[in-house]
Structures are given as structure tokens and as C-alpha cells.
T-cell receptor, first 113, second 110 residues
Framework: KAGVTQTPRYLIKTRGQQVTLSCSPISGHRSVSWYQQTPGQGLQFLFEYFSETQRNKGNFPGRFSGRQFSNSRSEMNVSTLELGDSALYLC????????????FGPGTRLTVT | GEDVEQSLFLSVREGDSSVINCTYTDSSSTYLYWYKQEPGAGLQLLTYIFSNMDMKQDQRLTVLLNKKDKHLSLRIADTQTGDSAIYFCAEGPSQGNLIFGKGTKLSVKP
């Protein structure tokens, strides 16, 4: 079974630009969560999607948004990029029954200059 | 609020056992997880334990849970250089939101 895939793997953007990251979950998984990983803050939850609906959102500004498509693929968007948005963005997919094992993709490394 | 604490570093010799500790605060967590992250990679799920269990063994990995003290540990038997990585414990799920510790960097010396 193929794992979680994320594209692109690396991205360099300039302050003020916007970016879209993509995540394809494991086949059969209908839930997707997004996390931001930075050296200072560690792993922080961004949002979670199930059946095209956002079920939960972390404490991030409105510049961070996401969506999920009918095939469970998900995208997240960051508008008006700031230097502090430089991070590894990780996507996880999982089934909706216990034990809710979340499987992570390799991440997208975003650098904002 | 919810918080997960881990020590930042652990150094062991190859062949020894490693024990990585974690404390958490949310007593409503139903599962606790251990993840491994190698440089430049995503998180790899190693194992998990249901909150009403005390212990779980999975090959070289042993998870111990003390629910009263909210203390979780991961023991790696016969640690190898390939086990060098950052290990994260996480509590959850709460609407898909796993709460992660800051990670413990395990260094294995030959």
C-alpha cells in the first residue's frame, strides 16, 4: 500500500507571496491532519479534515487555510507569507476508527526569504 | 492546557537498552503514541498504547504507561546505530489533533 505523499518536497518563496501544498492520503483513509514543525515550537496542529469538512483547527492565523477533495486529497494554503512561516509542513492520514493511527508523509520544506 | 514533556537528549552505547520518558497532562487521552523522525524525513509511527493498558511489547520496543502519574516510557532493547533519531511521544486523539512533545534526540555510540 502506498504511503502518504506530499508535493512539492521543497519550496522557496518570498515574503508576501502565497503557497499551496498538497497531500495525498493512504488509500482508504478519509481523514487528513496538517502540522507545522519548527525548531522553536516543535510540532503544532494546523487543521483536520474529514469528508471534505474541516473538523478542527489549531491556533494559527487566518492566512493558513485548507481544503479536502472528494477523493480525500487535501491542500493547504498560506497567503501573505512571513519569514516565520518557514517550516516543515507535515500531513498525516488515518482511518476514523480506533486506534486512530496517523501516518505521516515526508513533509514539504518551505523556506520564506 | 494540554502539554507533553520529554527530555531533549539521550546517549547510549550500541547494544544497550534505551529508555525514553514522557509525561502528559490530558487524562482524557485515549491513546498514546511513539513516533520516530530521522533527519530530513517525516514521522514514522513506531507503536501506540491504549490508555487502559499498562504495558505493550512489540519486538524490541516496550511501552510502559503509568496512568496515575501520567508517565509514558519507550524502551528500545539492543539499541543499534540505526536507532539514532528523534523520538516523539504524542497524546490524542482529540478531533485528529495529536499533542506532541518536543522530541528526544537519541544518539547511539558504536
Amino acid at each position: 500500500k502506498a504511503g502518504v505523499t506530499q508535493t512539492p518536497r521543497y519550496l522557496i518563496k518570498t515574503r508576501g507571496q502565497q503557497v499551496t501544498l498538497s497531500c495525498s492520503p493512504i488509500s482508504g483513509h478519509r481523514s487528513v491532519s496538517w502540522y507545522q514543525q519548527t525548531p522553536g515550537q516543535g510540532l503544532q496542529f494546523l487543521f483536520e479534515y474529514f469528508s471534505e469538512t474541516q473538523r478542527n483547527k489549531g491556533n494559527f492565523p487566518g492566512r493558513f487555510s485548507g481544503r479536502q477533495f472528494s477523493n480525500s486529497r487535501s491542500e493547504m494554503n498560506v497567503s501573505t507569507l512571513e519569514l516565520g512561516d518557514s517550516a516543515l509542513y507535515l500531513c498525516a492520514s488515518y482511518r476514523t476508527d480506533a486506534p486512530y493511527e496517523q501516518y505521516f508523509g515526508p513533509g514539504t520544506r518551505l523556506t520564506v526569504t | 492546557g494540554e502539554d507533553v514533556e520529554q527530555s531533549l537528549f539521550l546517549s547510549v552505547r550500541e547494544g544497550d537498552s534505551s529508555v525514553i520518558n514522557c509525561t502528559y497532562t490530558d487524562s482524557s487521552s485515549t491513546y498514546l503514541y511513539w513516533y520516530k523522525q530521522e533527519p530530513g524525513a517525516g514521522l514514522q509511527l513506531l507503536t501506540y498504547i491504549f490508555s487502559n493498558m499498562d504495558m505493550k511489547q512489540d519486538q524490541r520496543l516496550t511501552v510502559l504507561l503509568n496512568k496515575k502519574d501520567k508517565h509514558l516510557s519507550l524502551r528500545i532493547a539492543d539499541t543499534q546505530t540505526g536507532d539514532s533519531a528523534i523520538y516523539f511521544c504524542a497524546e490524542g486523539p482529540s478531533q485528529g489533533n495529536l499533542i506532541f512533545g518536543k522530541g528526544t534526540k537519541l544518539s547511539v555510540k558504536p
